[in-house]
C-alpha cells in the first residue's frame, strides 16, 4: 500500500485550467482520479496504468481532461481544461485495484484530496 499525496488545487473561473498531481510513495500499477461534490457519490474521472499508459475518461470530462503520469518521479497529473461550475468538487487520486476502473470501494490506497472550485 502506498501513500498518496494530492496537490495543485484552487479556485478558478469558468473556462479556466489546473493541473493536479498525485505522487505516490512507490510504484503502483493503476493510479484514478476520482472527484465528490456534496451530496454526490464518488465518481471516476480518469485512469492511467502505469505500465502501458493506457487511459480511460468519464464521458463527462472527454476531451478537456487529461491524465498523464511520469514514472521517475510516481507522479501522475490531471490536466483540467474549460472548466466548468459542475467540475467543481474535492478531487481524490487513488492507486491500485483489480476491479472496475471507476469503482471506489476496490481501490487500497487513497490521497488526502484537494478541491477544485470552478465559479462564474
Known amino acids: 500500500q502506498v501513500q498518496l499525496v494530492e496537490s495543485g488545487g484552487g479556485s478558478v473561473q469558468v473556462g479556466g485550467s489546473l493541473r493536479l498531481s498525485c505522487e505516490a510513495s512507490g510504484s503502483t500499477y493503476r493510479r484514478t482520479w476520482f472527484r465528490q461534490a456534496p451530496g454526490k457519490e464518488r465518481e471516476g474521472v480518469a485512469v492511467?496504468?502505469?505500465?502501458?499508459?493506457?487511459?480511460v475518461y468519464a464521458d463527462s470530462v472527454k476531451g478537456r481532461f487529461t491524465i498523464s503520469q511520469d514514472n521517475a518521479k510516481n507522479t501522475v497529473y490531471l490536466q483540467m481544461n474549460s472548466l466548468k461550475p459542475e467540475d467543481t468538487a474535492m478531487y481524490y487520486c487513488?492507486?491500485?485495484?483489480?476491479?472496475?476502473?471507476?469503482?471506489?470501494?476496490?481501490?487500497?490506497?487513497w490521497g488526502q484530496g484537494t478541491q477544485v472550485t470552478v465559479s462564474s
Open positions: 487513488a492507486a491500485d485495484s483489480i476491479a472496475r476502473w471507476d469503482l471506489p470501494n476496490y481501490y487500497k490506497s
Open positions: 492511467i496504468v502505469t505500465r502501458t499508459g493506457f487511459t
